[in-house]
């Protein structure tokens, strides 16, 4: 759904009737175009390589609530960034300002070159750059919600700057980053349900999962890709050292993260 309440993803019923069509859909979300991946980085901010160093060993670093949360706070002010400079038009979500989800921003696109040429496969009829729009809204609901949540508690988003490298070069590099952050979020939450002691956190966390999981799984449609991870029934969760391994690159600094 839109910000305005428009449903952006929809799809060609007459085209999804006859066999054909429908293999022709299936053919097309199922084909593997290979696993994205990124070569791993140093991590050049201190609090990311603390939480590196607590996590390298066969278990987890013993977190707390209010870690688990400043956890998922960094990673959804990765994301919301990272949408917001790929397009910076439009309202934002009450409460939410351009400086306060990106102030190290600078010179950001604010667009992606090719994007509104790109068009999902049949018989989806969605626009492409609309659905961007509200992934980049609803990663900054994310942004506010756990802000909320933790209050003064909260790392504050300009301790942090990032980089996304030529992720705004190209319709493709735009998708696949895209497609990596995703399942990233996915992931981490996945590894970090099981440690949280509070009931109604857990709830809210599993419901920014689940849209985490829709947007990977259209990014994957958008890509080519079978539109879960590997085809396979399930996910794997990771810790919080192989989630960070990821998102590292990034992350260009970050404050002392209050973990153990």
Known sequence: MSTDGTRIITFDAEAVQGIDA???FLSQVAMAAGAVALAPMILKGHGITDLLA????????????????????????????????????GALPTGA???????????APGSVPGLSGVTAPSPATFSVPDYVRVVRDHEITHVLALQGA???????RADFSFDFGTAFDSADNFLNTALVLEDTGVTAYLGQ?????DTGILGTAGSILGVEAQHASTFRLLLGLPVTVEDGA?????????VLAAAGPFITSSPALPFP
């Open 22 to 24: 429908r293999r022709r």
């Open 150 to 156: 933790l209050t003064t508690n909260a790392l504050a």
């Open 234 to 242: 399930f996910d794997t969760p990771r810790t919080t050292s192989e």
């Open 97 to 107: 300002t351009v400086e306060g989800i990106d102030p190290d921003g600078g010179a």
């Open 193 to 197: 349900a099981g440690n949280l002691d």
């Open 54 to 89: 607590q996590g390298t060993g066969e278990t987890e670093p013993n977190l707390s609530d209010t870690d688990i949360l400043n956890y998922a706070l960094t990673l959804e002010y990765l994301e919301a960034t990272f949408y917001l400079r790929a397009d910076s038009g």
